[in-house]
């Protein structure tokens, strides 16, 4: 019996239907349906600033000083990683529509007490 392939078009169809907190998953079943989560997932990013008393309103953490740090640290850490792609895989960049910078902090932020400012002027320049 002959088989026949399902084309990507449709699989992606399919793929938009996934509930959009569970498409990360799609990113690693194969290479065809990482493809196609990779624009479902990455074509619009939010990019987070955060720091000090104003971070704790944002997360509505206020009387929980220790997880509003630990999610402040997962958020900037996740965000310092998708702008060093951004800025070093020209064909992920393409894939980025949208860029939502999330910017709370009455202080410095991780990216201005680190390396990383310096690491992506020298990388887009």
Same mark, same amino acid.
């Given at each position: 019996m002959a088989q026949t392939r399902v084309p990507? #078009?449709?699989w992606s169809h399919i793929a938009q239907q996934v509930p959009q907190?569970?498409?990360?998953?799609?990113? #690693? @079943?194969s290479r065809l349906f990482h493809d196609i989560a990779l624009d479902l997932v990455? %074509?619009? @990013?939010k990019i987070y600033f955060?720091?000090? #008393?104003?971070?704790?309103t944002v997360l509505n953490a206020n009387?929980?000083?220790d997880f509003a740090e630990e999610v402040v640290r997962?958020?900037?850490?996740? %965000?310092? #990683?998708?702008?060093r792609?951004?800025?070093?895989?020209? %064909?992920?960049?393409r894939v980025v529509k949208s860029l939502t910078v @999330?910017?709370?902090?009455?202080?410095? %932020?991780?990216?201005?007490?680190?390396?990383c400012p310096a690491v992506f002027h020298d990388e887009m320049h």
């Open positions: 990507p #078009e449709i907190p569970e498409q990360t998953k799609l990113l #690693e @079943v990455f %074509s619009a @990013v955060l720091g000090g #008393e104003k971070a704790l009387d929980n000083y997962k958020l900037m850490t996740r %965000s310092w #990683e998708i702008l792609r951004i800025t070093q895989d020209p %064909s992920f960049s @999330v910017g709370y902090n009455d202080g410095m %932020s991780i990216f201005e007490q680190s390396k």
